[in-house]
């Protein structure tokens, strides 16, 4: 029954402590890896931003250069649109190019890029020089206002990773503060189910601890009151009928010895009586000695303590035993005659000494 009830009460604590152990991990992991993910997503895009930023500033020297007469190969011109032209794919390609904001500006450069290959298509198949020369002008444009959405375009991706960071590290620090205030409420639940559950241990205990102590000391009457059904109440019972038990014993002892001493009260008051008729003649011959008169006030107090010691086995209450020789015990009379509340902390009164009770 106390095995059961226990396993009840702790059963679940543990369950819940393990459920609650097991959410805080998934919490947490879940937590960790959305701030991985956005990391990992922050830098690839910051670094594509970055690599379209150099790509149109490169793009827009070599037309510079292309403008000047510098440069008179397109080859690499072309190479570095079409790296161009990949980054803006993998760029569209991001989560963050459908957010309001960052849309608005990548969407620009979307639109220009087909416009600027067109363009540079154009100027790389004219055969005019002056409508060559105005295609270059209208490619430096579009490079020039590439350049200039890039730029912001930049700017943007940092803050967005730096604001995704921020909310994600702030859920984190709640998350963690609640896992603690959770963790917190279930200790003390559970500390105060153990002082609940040591009460239902230590009490019976208690109370069963205290009637050994009494039944030492004789009082054979001292019942044990548990209320509550287990292995505590059948203990209880199993005590109570023990020392009902010892109860009995005592009483049929308690009941033999009276029987005893008025056994002895009425041999020894015929014997007693038989000298005391002996011992008057004594008195009474004239010429008696004062040696006889002293032997026969001897034998006469002698006889009076003889009455009195079976007088008080009559009156015996509990029997008290003390040492009378080694190896060997005596009946106490004085001890045992007095009522077993006078010695309830289990001490001789002063001027006694310590008797065994049985």
Not at 105 to 128: C, Y
Not at 140 to 158: H, I, K, N, Y
């Amino acid at each position: 029954m106390l095995r059961r009830k226990l396993l009840l009460i702790f059963g679940p604590l543990v369950l819940l402590l393990i459920a609650t152990a097991a959410g805080a991990i998934w919490l947490l992991e879940d937590v960790l890896q959305d701030i991985r993910q956005i990391d990992e997503q922050a830098w690839v895009i910051v670094e594509q931003v970055n690599d379209l930023s150099i790509t149109v500033n490169s793009i827009e020297t070599k037309l510079y250069e292309l403008h000047s007469g510098r440069q008179k190969h397109l080859d690499d011109l072309i190479e570095q649109v079409n790296d161009c032209q990949n980054l803006v794919e993998q760029i569209s390609r991001s989560p963050l190019a459908a957010q309001t904001g960052f849309a608005g500006i990548f969407n620009g450069i979307r639109w220009r890029m087909p416009q600027f290959v067109r363009q540079l298509g154009a100027m790389a198949t004219a055969q005019d020089r002056a409508l060559a020369q105005e295609h270059l002008d209208r490619v430096l444009d579009t490079a020039v206002e590439l350049r200039q959405a890039t730029l912001p375009l930049s700017q943007l991706v940092r803050q967005r990773a730096h604001t995704k960071q921020e909310s994600l590290v702030t859920r984190f620090r709640w998350l963690v503060l609640g896992l603690s205030m959770a963790f917190l409420m279930e200790i003390n639940i559970a500390m105060l189910v153990l002082i609940w559950t040591a009460g239902l241990v230590l009490h019976p205990v208690d109370r069963l601890l205290s009637a050994s102590r009494a039944l030492t000391r004789g009082e054979f009457d001292h019942r044990v009151r548990i209320e509550a059904k287990g292995e505590f109440r059948e203990l209880a019972d199993a005590f109570n009928g023990m020392a009902g038990q010892l109860q009995e014993t005592e009483k049929r002892r308690m009941e033999i010895l009276g029987q005893i001493a008025l056994t002895l009260n009425h041999e020894l008051n015929n014997a007693m009586a038989v000298i005391e008729l002996k011992i008057e003649p004594l008195l009474r011959q004239p010429g008696a000695s004062p040696v006889v008169h002293q032997s026969c006030g001897q034998i006469r107090a002698n006889l009076a303590r003889m009455a009195r010691t079976v007088e008080s086995l009559k009156h015996v209450r509990r029997i008290v035993l003390t040492d009378y020789a080694q190896g060997l015990k005596m009946l106490d009379l004085e001890q045992s005659v007095r009522p077993a509340e006078q010695h309830t902390d289990g001490k001789p009164a002063p001027g006694e000494d310590t008797g065994d009770v049985i």
